[in-house]
């Protein structure tokens, strides 16, 4: 009789790894904020919302006054706190992607500030994805699975 004995605790061991990877993702959630962070800094730069419409421009008067204080007059750009200060929160349950200024709501939303609340500020949502940005988060997120998998069945 002719036996044959394979030894498949290599395969399970790797096999084990990859999905202990998708259970605990925590890296492909700091990728996903990383890529966040990019998508974001690329809007405040073309000055668009997550549908690719440009932001209200900025009244003359605020424009004036900003230009008076030597500051850029490019919109939501003041001192770049808003812009330069997105971040990103992640474990292995999922990614929090946004902004601790005090006023980033009201740049997304809209609505009334200064002394009295007398000054009308547009929204110009700058948070958010569209479905090119959701297609590139897709396919950061295969491309680090698929480099996992690879790694681990060599």
Request: hydrophobic fraction near 30%; proline fraction near 3%.
């Amino acid at each position: 009789m002719l036996k044959i004995t394979i030894n498949d605790n290599q395969a399970i061991q790797k096999l084990t790894s990859i999905a202990n990877q998708l259970e605990k993702p925590r890296q492909l959630y700091g990728l996903l904020g990383e890529t966040l962070k990019k998508i974001h800094d690329a809007r405040f730069k073309a000055e668009i919302d997550p549908k690719g419409n440009r932001w209200q421009a900025l009244s003359p008067h605020t424009k004036a006054l900003k230009m008076k204080r030597g500051k850029s007059t490019k919109i939501l750009r003041q001192d770049g706190y808003l812009s330069d200060r997105t971040a990103y929160n992640y474990d292995n349950d999922h990614v929090e992607f946004g902004s601790d200024a005090k006023y980033a709501r009201l740049h997304q939303f809209g609505g009334n500030a200064g002394r009295g609340r007398k000054v009308k500020i547009p929204a110009r949502p700058w948070l958010g994805i569209n479905e090119s940005d959701g297609q590139k988060l897709l396919k950061k997120s295969t491309a680090l699975l698929q480099r996992q998998i690879d790694k681990n069945l060599k």
